[in-house]
Each structure stands twice: as structure tokens, then as C-alpha cells.
């Protein structure tokens, strides 16, 4: 079993975009693919037309209890299963740092997925606290979708510097472009410039594209609703970029 | 895990109607049919199968996937259909692979066309909870012909039990019954007439102790000689290196049973045959020991330092030609009338009933009987011999020790069913031990001698012939330090082989004393 985390410091960068994809293109390999939606929010579970509901509560899913595991419910897709978000994820920081051990429980409760599950792709939301901790221990590898502003670059170095003084390998985290403006020259030249400075940045970006934003009409990964499109082909490319440079080499 | 279900069509079944029908209670959603036409594979000797793997090819894409689940393992594009390990790129699919088909070729068993037609069973926010598919397997170019295999499956989908036990009881009312769940792939070989894992060389009998002894040994030679005749009748395809090697296990099996099993036949029987499979035996050791050699290829190269590796390619390309001559060699002894006449009366020989007075002295000896004196003596003869070699530092009696070995080898296996399975196979894998050490370093020996020699059948005056000629010194100097190895575990190997422990269960299975006392 492999765990990718689809995390950043910042928000609004299209992480549950790309978890959703990228679970959907993984569950299509034939590989039995699980997607956990962390986000209170729940906005991955909202695509994927699924009720927002934990039979655990916050304080099971933190102790890894049955509930969990009862809570996953197949999506649309073959071998594509999604642990839905619930509200009460909100408090997870808190419960995290309330019972012992607290930087590796989730890893501990995404465990007994291994049996069934050869992916788990864990849908973040914006934290840089134990959770984030939880995150960068139960995943194998992080891929941190990235804007390609100054602000943007700024928060990402602020998430290296976290790791290093946390002792985080930073060799496991994998950034790659998301929003991307063709038009702006800015863009372009701190694509160029972050690719240059920093090691693993994926040479795949998504670009900033109002198909990605009509996922939230359509509830369905960009591959279904308009399999076509430059959006999906964008997914697809990151797909094979993170098959090729990320999974297989684990 | 949640269990798919598979239905029975019920007759006159109208698929549109029935959806119909149900559509009073569900909200239902057709996706396209799928036509796909699939094809699959296994080695000549069911390797995967014997792993519970099917490889099977949709499309341009290979799939591995563990039988009876409907998970994939692995999945990987090809533009044309491997057929040697080699043939696949490195990743994880060739990394499973490897190490089960090893050096044999994938066939392809079957090739089917299947048709599905999804429905997908929607609740109030449009999600799927369910999914209905309608299957239709035919062998492939043929539509006017029934489809071999219909059928229903319902499948749900995790975390809304209610749905799929609902949708079972409405499938069931419509008059569809349950059908036994049994994966795709027999229902598939059933059309073509194949019954997986059906060829194997373990010698898979079972004897009856109290069987008159020319009668058990008629039961080995006859799944030997099975086992030679299906090989034979593939041989001229080449599928691969492994179809002369089995034919050539089960013919020096038949020679070692028909010496080892002594006087159970007519001396001028068991001597004429004796002979004339010695002779068929000789006529493939060249192309055997070509095999070999090829296979090797990469071991030797990767054997050899970097700067002169490529340099022994003429070798291998000259060993090639070779290989294309000595195959023809083989191929006209396997069709020439001296060996139909020798495999027909072979047969014939096999198949007469059990003469009324006895022609030898243990025709009619209770099998266990021999087969314990047989083994027990082969057993002390072994320990003798290389006792010898562990007092005396030979090297000569090495190779007597390794053919000794053999001969209790395969009386052992000849003889299994009559004796308690699990201590027979740990005296085997003892045994096995000692013969693979043995062995390797017969094959060490021979391989620098035959190195030697085709040296010179190379031409020598051409300038990048003397590079080669350099590679296979340095070939031949590598194969040195290895023998020096493996001659050195000899002492221990053979240690553990007659250490007190393991004699003992020898003597305690075999010796007739322990059985008499």
C-alpha cells in the first residue's frame, strides 16, 4: 500500500481537485484506489455525491475504532472508494494533541486499509499544525499543488523550513504548478525560476481552467465530465508524471 | 470485500423489458457496451495458474490479476505481445512475472470475444449504489453461435447493502436463479477444451503398496511416457527451451526406472529399450547443452568485467547457428521411423496385461517391498561414496557421486505416494540440497572444457574474433573461482545430507529391519 497526501500550507491552491483526479485515474489502472477526505469541508465527498458522514466521530477516527472502516462507501468508479469527510474533522488538531502518541495516529489508523487497498490518497486541508505532523508521517510520499505566485512560493519555502526543523524528509515532498496562467509572464518566469531552485518540482502543471472550477456542477473527476478537455488532459499528464517519478520508483 | 453476484438467465429473457420492469423502483442509468476482445495467457506448464494468476490481454494493454478476484496487479501497454520475460520492459509487472514463468514462452490459451452492457442503479443525489451488468462471452468470428456464456451480474457498491438486497430479490422474483461464481477464466478455457494446471511433470501418481511391482512400475513409465508424448508433439513449434528438457527428464527418468526397478520385466525387454532410449537421449545432448548456454547469456556477460563484455557476442552468435543445426538434428530423429516404431511398441509393451506366471524374479513382489530395498540401498550407497570423496579430497568420484544421487532421486520419486508425504519431502529437499551442488559444479566443469573447445571452431585470423577469444579466458578464468566455491561447500553439503538425523529417517522409512523390528 502507498499513501500519497495532496497537502499544502495555503489555501485555494487545487488540492481536492487533484486528489479527485488523480484518485479517479489511478482507480482506472485497475488498482484499487481509496481516497480519504480530511477536510471538514468535505468537498472531495461532495464530488463524489457522497453523504459527509464518519459512523466514528471525530474521536473514533482519531483512535482508528470500526466506525471508520465502516464509513467507506464505493463511489461511481470501479476499485475507487472514498472515506468521506464529516464536519466534526474540524477538530482534529485538538483531538490529535489530547490522546498520546499524537503525530502517528493516522498512520496507524489508515493501517488496516492495507489489506485491501494498494493506493490511499489523503485529501487535505489547509493545516500546519499535528495534523500536518500525522500527514507527513502517514504519507509516503506529499505532493504539494502550488500557484505560481510569489505568495505561493513563500508559503511552500515556509513548509520546507517546517519539515526541516520537524525532521521531516523533505526528499518525499513533490511540488508541482496548479492554476497556472499560460498568459502571464509571471507565471511562466517563476515556473522556470521554482523548477530551477528546487529539487523534485513535477514537470506537469494544471492549468487555472473553468472545467476544473465546473467539477462542482457536474460532481464528477474532469476525465468523466469532459474527458476531452485540456483539464483532463493536464490530469492525465500529472497522472503518469507522479506513476513514473513517484510510485513506481517506491 | 463485498462479494459480487452472478445470475442465470431465465428462458426468453428480455433484457430491455426486465429494466423496464425495475425501473418502476429504481432510477436506472444504461452505460455503453463494452465489446472487448480478450485473450489469454500461460506458460506450456501452467505457471501462473499454479499461482493463482491470470495474464490475460484486452486492447493493447496487458493485465495481471489474482484468480477469482476482480482486482488488477499490474497492467502495462504492449505494441506486440510478449513473449519471453525478456520481451517485457523493466517495472513491476515484468519484476512479479520473472520469477515464475523464468525461461518458458506465454501461449496463448484462449481468445474470446465478450460483450458487456452496464446499468448503474442511481439514488436521490445521482450516485451509483449498484451496478447490473449483462455478459456475453463467444469464442471469437463466430456470431452466429450461441454465446457460450450469459449472465447477469449484480454488483454492489460498498456502504449501500440495502440496495444490492433488494436488487437480489427482484432479480430472483424475475425468474433469474443463482449461478455458481466461479471466475471468467474456466468458464473461458471450457470453450477451447482446456483444463488448467492439466500438464505438469510431478509425478503425480498414486500407487498401491500391495501392487504387484511390474505393475507399478508399468504406472510410472506410462505417466513418463505421457509426458514425453505431449512434449514431443509441440517440439517442432520451439516454443521454448523447456519443451526438450522435459522430454528429456521423463526419457532419463524411463531409462533410470527401467534400471533401477530391477527384474521386473524380461532382461531382453528391459535391455532393448535400455538401448534404444539411450540412443534417442544422445541425439538431443547437443542441442541441450546449446540450450543452456544461451540461456546463460546474461550470467556470463554479467560474469565478465565491463571492458570485454560485449566482446563475446560473436560467441554467442556462433552458438545460435549452431543451435538452428542441432534443433533440425532432433527435429528429424523425433520424425524418423526408428523412433515411432521404438515409441510404438514402447506403448504396446505398457499396455499388455500382467503375464499369468512371473518372467522376472520381482514381477510380482509387493511394490512396497522393492521400492523400500531399492531406496535404502541406493540411500547407504550414496553416503558411502561421497564418505570416500570427503576422506580422500577426489574430485573424480564427484561425478559417480552426483549420477548415485540422481538414481536415488528418482526412485524416491517414482515411489512417493507409498510413503508418508511430508517426510519424504523433507528427505528430498535434502536431498536436493547435496544434487544442486553436485550439479553445479558438473555444469562448471563441463561449460569451461566446452569453452575451450569452441574456441577453436571460431575463426580465429578475424581481429574482433581475438577479442571474443580474450572475453571467453576471462569467461573461462570467472568459471574457475565459481567451481573453487562451490567445490568448497561440497563437505558441508554432504555433511547435512548424512548427518545422523536424516539417515535415520532414511533407515526408519526404508530399511526392512525397522519395518520387521
Redesign the interface.
Known amino acids: 500500500m502507498t499513501t500519497l497526501a495532496l497537502y499544502s500550507n495555503k489555501g485555494g491552491v487545487g488540492k481536492t481537485a487533484a486528489a479527485v483526479n488523480l484518485s479517479y485515474l489511478s482507480a482506472q ?4 484506489t481509496l481516497i480519504c477526505d480530511l477536510d471538514p469541508q468535505g468537498s472531495a465527498t461532495y464530488y ?4 459527509p458522514k464518519l459512523k466514528s466521530g471525530p474521536k473514533g477516527f482519531v483512535k482508528g475504532n470500526k466506525g471508520v472502516y465502516k ?6 468508479f ?2 475507487l ?1 472514498i472515506l468521506p469527510a464529516d464536519f466534526s474533522l474540524r477538530k482534529l488538531d485538538v483531538l490529535y494533541t489530547k490522546f498520546g502518541n499524537s503525530k502517528k495516529r493516522l498512520k496507524k489508523m489508515l493501517y488496516p486499509f492495507a489489506g ?1 487497498y ?1 493506493l490511499i490518497i489523503l485529501d487535505c486541508p489547509v493545516t500546519i499544525g499535528i495534523l500536518a505532523e500525522n500527514i507527513l508521517n502517514a504519507a509516503d510520499c506529499t505532493l504539494v499543488p502550488m500557484i505560481p505566485t510569489t505568495l505561493s512560493v513563500r508559503t511552500y519555502n515556509q513548509l520546507l523550513a517546517f519539515c526541516k526543523k520537524k525532521r521531516y524528509d523533505v526528499a518525499k515532498i513533490y511540488p508541482f504548478f496548479s492554476m497556472v496562467d499560460r498568459h502571464k509572464k509571471m507565471h511562466k518566469d517563476l515556473m522556470l525560476s521554482v523548477s530551477r531552485k528546487y529539487r523534485g518540482v513535477l514537470k506537469s502543471f494544471v492549468p487555472y481552467l473553468a472545467q476544473i472550477e465546473k467539477m462542482g456542477i457536474y ?1 464528477a473527476p474532469v476525465a468523466v465530465s469532459a474527458p476531452e478537455s485540456l483539464a483532463s488532459k493536464s490530469y492525465q499528464n500529472l497522472w503518469s508524471k507522479v506513476q513514473k517519478n513517484i510510485l ?1 520508483p517506491l | ?1 463485498i462479494n459480487n453476484l452472478k445470475f442465470n438467465l431465465p428462458d426468453g429473457h428480455d433484457e430491455k423489458q426486465f429494466i423496464r420492469q425495475l425501473a418502476d423502483q429504481y432510477t436506472i442509468k444504461k452505460e455503453p457496451t463494452v465489446d472487448e476482445r480478450l485473450r489469454i495467457y500461460d506458460t506450456f506448464d501452467w505457471r501462473l495458474f499454479n499461482k493463482a494468476l491470470i495474464l490475460y490481454s484486452a486492447g493493447n494493454r496487458l ?1 495481471l ?1 489474482k484468480l477469482a478476484k ?3 496487479l499490474h ?1 502495462v501497454e504492449f505494441s506486440k505481445v510478449p513473449v519471453f520475460i525478456q520481451d517485457f520492459h523493466a ?2 509487472f515484468k519484476k512479479q512475472l520473472a520469477p515464475i514463468i523464468k525461461m518458458r514462452a506465454l501461449l496463448q490459451l484462449v481468445e474470446l470475444q465478450s460483450r458487456s452492457t452496464p446499468y ?1 442503479i442511481l439514488n436521490s ?4 449504489v449498484a451496478r447490473l451488468v449483462f455478459e456475453e462471452i463467444r469464442p471469437p468470428r463466430k456470431r452466429s453461435t450461441p454465446a457460450s456464456a450469459n449472465h447477469l451480474w449484480l454488483k ?5 447493502p440495502k440496495y444490492a438486497r433488494n436488487l437480489a430479490k427482484r432479480i430472483e422474483a424475475a425468474g433469474f436463479t443463482r449461478g455458481k461464481a466461479e471466475d471468467i477464466y474456466f468458464e473461458a478455457l471450457a470453450v477451447v477444451d482446456k483444463t488448467p494446471g492439466s500438464y505438469s511433470t510431478k509425478m503425480n501418481i498414486r500407487l498401491d503398496p500391495a501392487m504387484r511391482s511390474d505393475q507399478a512400475a508399468k504406472v510410472v513409465l506410462r505417466f513418463l511416457l505421457n509426458v514425453m508424448r505431449i512434449n514431443e508433439a509441440v517440439f517442432e513449434k520451439d516454443l521454448d527451451t523447456e519443451v526438450l528438457h522435459d522430454f528429456r527428464v521423463a526419457l532419463r527418468r524411463t531409462r533410470s526406472a527401467l534400471a533401477q526397478i530391477k527384474n521386473v520385466f524380461p532382461t531382453r525387454t528391459t535391455s532393448r529399450f535400455k538401448k534404444n532410449f539411450a540412443y534417442v537421449g544422445k541425439r538431443s545432448n547437443a542441442l541441450r547443452d546449446l540450450d543452456v548456454y544461451l540461456l546463460n547469456q546474461d550470467a556470463y556477460k554479467a560474469m565478465l568485467p565491463a571492458a570485454v563484455r560485449d566482446d563475446i557476442d560473436p560467441l554467442f552468435r556462433h552458438l545460435r547457428k549452431k543451435r538452428a543445426k542441432a534443433f533440425q538434428h532432433v527435429m528429424r530423429g523425433l520424425k524418423s521411423k526408428k523412433y515411432a516404431t521404438l515409441m510404438k511398441d514402447w506403448e504396446a509393451f505398457l499396455n499388455q496385461p500382467p503375464p499369468d506366471s512371473a518372467t522376472a524374479l520381482n514381477a510380482e513382489l509387493p511394490v512396497i517391498e522393492l521400492a523400500r530395498q531399492s531406496i535404502y540401498k541406493k540411500s547407504l550407497g550414496v553416503v558411502k561414496t561421497g564418505n570416500k570423496i570427503l576422506a580422500n579430497n577426489e574430485n573424480e568420484t564427484l561425478h559417480a557421486l552426483r549420477i548415485e544421487c540422481k538414481k536415488l532421486r528418482y526412485l524416491m520419486e517414482f515411489f512417493a505416494s507409498l510413503f508418508p508425504r511430508k517426510k519424504m519431502n523433507a528427505l528430498i529437499a535434502q536431498l536436493k540440497n547435496l544434487q544442486d551442488n553436485l550439479g553445479d559444479f558438473n555444469d562448471l566443469c563441463v561449460q569451461q572444457e566446452y569453452l575451450l573447445h569452441i574456441a577453436a571452431e571460431l575463426p580465429a585470423g578475424q581481429r574482433h574474433i581475438q577479442k571474443t577469444l580474450v572475453a571467453i579466458g576471462s569467461l573461462i578464468e570467472a568459471l574457475d573461482r565459481e567451481k573453487h566455491d562451490v567445490r568448497e561447500a561440497f563437505a558441508k553439503t554432504f555433511t547435512d545430507f548424512a548427518a545422523p538425523a536424516i539417515q535415520k529417517l532414511f533407515q526408519a522409512l526404508f530399511s526392512s529391519k525397522a519395518q520387521s523390528g
Open positions: 489502472t485497475g488498482t484499487k463524489f455525491r457522497v453523504k464509513s467507506v462507501k464505493g463511489t461511481d470501479e476499485n472508494d485491501e494498494r460532481r513506481n | 470485500m493485465f490479476r476482480s482486482e488488477i497492467s517495472g513491476e448503474r443525489d445521482q450516485k451509483t454492489p457498491v460498498k456502504g449501500y
